[in-house]
């Protein structure tokens, strides 16, 4: 029992809520962990506003949220086992992130929450491995390398190398759109 904070500055939104993560939800498993609500006021508040459905996937649509406007990730890493923490910064959309999602969901329908955090980490990092982008997607590397070979049959990722060493980048095509050639190159 306590008080819900929500705290809106030139940074971003952070909203706490008093107690930990309801058992079983860590920060390693909070997109693939089944959906519960410990507060039921806070469970309607957000649902009220958009952020979650009546069944109480709210974590991916945050997620989902930020990232199909090429938004940073939410911030769950303040949470401690008194709070629940999520900090989503007040960055300015990515247009051309934007616009790729929207192109690619016009002509094979709505995008995944897999492939949005792996076209987001690739943006930010470049370069990363199956095993890498597993840490992100929280899910077996077989799923994401399936995830990740779907994204590049659409020619959104680019292959680098053969199997345990492979690696994946945003294609050139992704980055001649958004007139970043040069960034490809490097």
């Given at each position: 029992?306590?008080?819900?904070?929500?705290?809106?500055?030139?940074?971003?939104?952070?909203?706490?809520?008093?107690?930990?993560?309801?058992?079983?939800?860590?920060?390693?498993?909070?997109?693939?962990?089944?959906?519960?609500?410990?507060?039921?006021?806070?469970?309607?508040?957000?649902?009220?506003?958009?952020?979650?459905?009546?069944?109480?996937?709210?974590?991916?649509?945050?997620?989902?949220?930020?990232?199909?406007?090429?938004?940073?990730?939410?911030?769950?890493?303040?949470?401690?086992?008194?709070?629940?923490?999520?900090?989503?910064?007040?960055?300015?959309?990515?247009?051309?992130?934007?616009?790729?999602?929207?192109?690619?969901?016009?002509?094979?329908?709505?995008?995944?929450?897999?492939?949005?955090?792996?076209?987001?980490?690739?943006?930010?990092?470049?370069?990363?491995?199956?095993?890498?982008?597993?840490?992100?997607?929280?899910?077996?590397?077989t799923v994401v390398r399936a995830a990740v070979e779907k994204l590049v049959e659409a020619s959104l990722i680019e292959a680098h190398g053969s199997k345990r060493g492979r690696s994946y980048t945003l294609s050139?095509?992704?980055?001649?759109?958004?007139?970043?050639?040069?960034?490809?190159?490097?």
């Amino acid at each position: 029992m306590g008080a819900v904070h929500v705290k809106l500055d030139t940074d971003g939104m952070t909203i706490s809520n008093p107690g930990g993560f309801v058992e079983g939800v860590t920060l390693e498993n909070l997109l693939v962990a089944d959906p519960r609500s410990r507060n039921p006021l806070l469970a309607d508040i957000i649902k009220r506003i958009g952020l979650a459905e009546r069944t109480g996937r709210g974590i991916d649509r945050i997620f989902e949220g930020m990232l199909r406007y090429g938004r940073p990730l939410p911030d769950y890493s303040m949470s401690t086992s008194y709070t629940v923490s999520v900090w989503m910064a007040a960055a300015v959309a990515d247009l051309d992130f934007l616009h790729m999602v929207i192109t690619r969901e016009e002509q094979l329908g709505a995008m995944p929450i897999d492939s949005l955090i792996i076209l987001s980490r690739l943006r930010d990092e470049r370069r990363l491995t199956t095993a890498e982008l597993a840490k992100s997607v929280q899910k077996p590397e077989t799923v994401v390398r399936a995830a990740v070979e779907k994204l590049v049959e659409a020619s959104l990722i680019e292959a680098h190398g053969s199997k345990r060493g492979r690696s994946y980048t945003l294609s050139v095509k992704v980055y001649q759109k958004s007139g970043q050639k040069a960034e490809y190159v490097r």
